[in-house]
C-alpha cells in the first residue's frame, strides 16, 4: 500500500503548495489566479507521481476534504475542481504520454 516514502511525497507536496500559495500571494497576484495555478500545479503532481486512479483520488478527497472541514468555503470547492481537472486531462487520451514520466531516474545520452 502507501510505504513510507509515499507519504512524505504527499506531505511535502502539501508543504509546497501551502509555500506556492504564500509566495504568490506575496507577489500581489489575484486570489483566484492564485488558488488556480498552486491547486493546477498540486494536481499535476500527485497525478504525476501516483499515477493510479484510487490513490489520487483518495489523496485528493483526503486532502481538500479536511480542508473543507477547516476552512468551509468556495475556494476549496474551486481547488478541488481544478485538481480533478488536471487529473482527468492528464489522464486523457492526449496527455497520456506525461504518464510515462519517471521521477528520480535519469537516462544517459550517448554520443557518437
Known sequence: MFSLKNIFVFLLSLVSLCLSL???????????????????????FITLYFKDLKYCLFLFF??????????????????????????????????ADFRNIEFGKSKTIEMD
Request: net charge neutral.
Open 22 to 44: 504564500i509566495v504568490l500571494n506575496h507577489f500581489g497576484i489575484n486570489k483566484i489566479a492564485n488558488i488556480l495555478i498552486t491547486s493546477l500545479i498540486f494536481g499535476g
Open 62 to 95: 483526503i486532502f481538500y476534504g479536511s480542508l473543507l472541514l477547516m476552512i468551509p468555503s468556495m475556494e476549496v470547492v474551486i481547488m478541488l475542481t481544478t485538481s480533478l481537472f488536471t487529473f482527468f486531462l492528464i489522464n486523457s487520451g492526449q496527455y
